[in-house]
């Protein structure tokens, strides 16, 4: 079946409600996941909308700046992205309203407006919190999904692995990739911002200022932030590391894979723009990269989105939870606790390094982030705590934390996804993995070395 970007467009825009009250004084686009202006394809449906309906366009984002309260290495990260997204819209003369929660301002702003463009959320969590933000109000709403392409077109349904979900991709593609048209930037100038002068840098700028961020980490991290950084980031990767990604990308000894899962994490850069732009590479679907960018990426998306526990362990496959549970009183050779955990007090020099990059520099390689949950598993009283715990340092540590690659990641680890292993003490059926495997794929002494320096990223 080949696919063309009409069928696209029907999945991509959803209404959520419906309102026949159609009369506003503009339209509004919440931005919430996808902060950038370049290639947002809800942005691009909004202008296009207010284009059509010969009305302003009112772009805001609300601040929460009491949500995750231990997380303010990410409220850093994000409010440097938002100041970028503030000055590039500028560019366009458009302005971006930036407003904190506490001037519980929203219901203020939509009751003037009568068709409202979001982010689709991709977990119930977010769904939740939008619904009861709109609990209410008499207007049309609509989605937008701002995948490669949009989830519900591919599957209707949680997928069961990797294999599954890559087959649907396959065959709806033909087996080569479609570029995409974005045409946000033909519409940004031929729509009115509602208010042209706000302050919102001013107010992002204070809203920096409040946070007291956690001394572990280099701050240079957290301010390389934003959608003009995150395009410096892909550039980079593709002129340099592309053509050896498959060698390379699995040795945490240097970084040669992307490090863009941040900068997706916050919406700073599209997907679908960096898998647009390997097309014009002559990159096709199996090719590794897009392996994970696309397939392994969309996955996890396709999960949070249809699984409402997504965030623990009754999503695991029964054949999972039913070994895990066999294995849930064998004797542990090390318990830890979180706080060992957190503080990298185990007695592994290897795990403690990763963990070490992760309080330092937000990032642990992928190939050790592997290793980092199956451990957590292995010294944990039993799994449902190991979960939990390996949950809290992911989502509070990494900047690309709190995503759907997050919870899939760390389930994996407890057989999401996968398929049964030889049983042993323990994991059971689960995938294992030991420190001989470091020592045999690569110099893990030297990765060691390099996290003690913080001579890594
Ligand atoms: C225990 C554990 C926890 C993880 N936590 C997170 C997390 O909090 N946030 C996060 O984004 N990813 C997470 N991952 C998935 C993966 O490790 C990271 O996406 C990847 O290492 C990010 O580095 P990169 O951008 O350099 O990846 P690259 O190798 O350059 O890949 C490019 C992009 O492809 C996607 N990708 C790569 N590997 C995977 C994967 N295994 N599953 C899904 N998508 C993938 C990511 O969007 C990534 O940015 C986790 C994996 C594990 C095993």
Redesign the pocket.
């Known amino acids: 079946m080949s696919l063309n970007l009409i069928d696209i467009e029907s999945f991509r825009t959803r209404i959520e409600r419906k309102s026949t009250n159609s009369k506003g004084e503009f339209i509004a686009y919440w931005m919430t996941n996808a902060q950038r202006v370049d290639c947002n394809y809800t942005l691009e449906r909004a202008l296009k909308f207010a284009h059509k309906e010969r009305l302003p366009l009112k772009i805001f984002f609300i601040y929460n700046p009491g949500h995750y309260k231990t997380l303010e290495r990410h409220h850093c990260f994000m409010l440097h992205g938002l100041l970028e997204v503030n000055d590039l819209l500028k560019k366009y003369n458009h302005s971006f309203h930036f407003f904190s929660y506490k001037d519980n301002l929203l219901k203020e702003i939509l009751d003037r407006c009568n068709h409202l463009f979001i982010d689709l959320p991709y977990t119930e969590r977010a769904r939740a919190h939008l619904k009861k933000e709109l609990i209410g109000l008499d207007m049309n709403i609509y989605s937008v999904d701002n995948l490669y392409l949009p989830l519900t077109l591919i599957s209707k349904k949680q997928e069961f692995s990797a294999a599954t979900l890559r087959k649907k991709y396959y065959k709806i593609l033909d087996n080569t990739l479609i570029g995409q048209d974005f045409s946000v930037l033909e519409y940004i100038s031929k729509v009115d911002s509602f208010i042209k002068n706000t302050d919102s840098r001013n107010q992002i700028c204070s809203e920096i200022d409040k946070l007291n961020i956690d001394n572990l980490i280099d701050k240079n991290y957290l301010i390389r932030s934003g959608p003009i950084t995150a395009q410096n980031v892909i550039d980079d990767?593709l002129d340099n590391s592309l053509d050896n990604?498959q060698e390379n990308?699995n040795n945490p000894e240097f970084?040669k894979?992307?490090?863009?899962?941040?900068y997706?994490?916050y919406g700073h850069i599209s997907?679908a723009k960096i898998i647009t732009k390997l097309i014009e590479n002559n990159l096709k679907i199996d090719h590794p990269?897009i392996e994970?960018?696309l397939i392994?990426?969309e996955?996890?998306y396709n999960f949070t989105y249809y699984n409402k526990n997504y965030n623990n362990s009754e999503s695991l496959p029964n054949w999972a939870i039913k070994t895990l549970n066999e294995h849930n009183y064998d004797k542990r050779e090390y318990l830890y606790t979180l706080k060992d955990f957190e503080f990298a007090k185990t007695h592994d020099v290897y795990w403690n390094s990763a963990q070490h990059q992760l309080l330092t520099s937000g990032?642990?390689?992928?190939y050790m982030?592997?290793y980092?949950?199956k451990k957590i598993l292995e010294w944990t009283s039993n799994y449902k705590e190991a979960i939990k715990i390996?949950l809290y340092l992911?989502?509070k540590y990494?900047l690309?934390?709190?995503?759907p690659?997050?919870y899939?990641?760390?389930l994996?680890?407890f057989g999401l996804h996968d398929r049964a292993w030889k049983e042993r003490k323990v994991f059971g059926k689960i995938r294992y993995m030991n420190e001989n495997g470091l020592r045999r794929k690569f110099d893990i002494n030297r990765y060691v070395e390099k996290v003690s320096k913080n001579n890594l990223f």
């Open positions: 990767f990604y990308s970084i894979n992307s490090t863009i899962s941040r997706l994490h997907s990269f994970q960018l392994r990426r996955l996890a990032y642990i390689h992928g982030r592997m980092w949950g390996a992911n989502n990494q690309d934390g709190r995503n690659n997050s899939v990641g760390i994996w680890c």
